[in-house]
């Protein structure tokens, strides 16, 4: 779970570079930019930021060149944080 959180962190990171994609993330999940400092904390926002690159191959691919994170450990990290209990260990 800590290695899908820190790829999930590494996006932000990533995101905050590039002020069109932020603003289209935080667009679309409805989180507002003053927001984001507490919603690093929140499994769902982990989830949402994993899955905004899931859902873009291109996007993904540039995060992958930009960082050095492969594509499968993002897949990966969507798997956990997304997956049937929202992250959340049972």
């Known amino acids: 779970m800590a290695e899908a959180e820190a790829t ?3 996006i932000l990171g990533w995101l ?4 069109e994609l932020l603003s289209r993330f935080l667009a679309l999940t409805g989180v507002a930019p003053s927001e984001v400092r ?3 904390n929140d499994p769902g926002f982990l989830a949402g930021l994993v899955g905004f690159l899931m859902d873009h191959e291109p996007t993904l691919l540039a995060f992958s060149a930009a ?3 492969t594509p499968e450990a993002v897949v990966h990290a969507h798997a956990i944080l997304s997956g049937p ?4 260990d049972f």
């Not at 905050?16 to 002020?19: K, N, R, Y």
């Not at 209990?85 to 959340?88: C, L, M």
Request: hydrophobic share 40%; aromatic share 6%; charged share 10%.
């Open 8 to 10: 999930a962190v590494a």
């Open 85 to 88: 209990y929202g992250g959340e």
């Open 16 to 19: 905050a570079g590039e002020p």
């Open 38 to 40: 507490n919603a690093v």
């Open 67 to 69: 960082t050095g994170v």
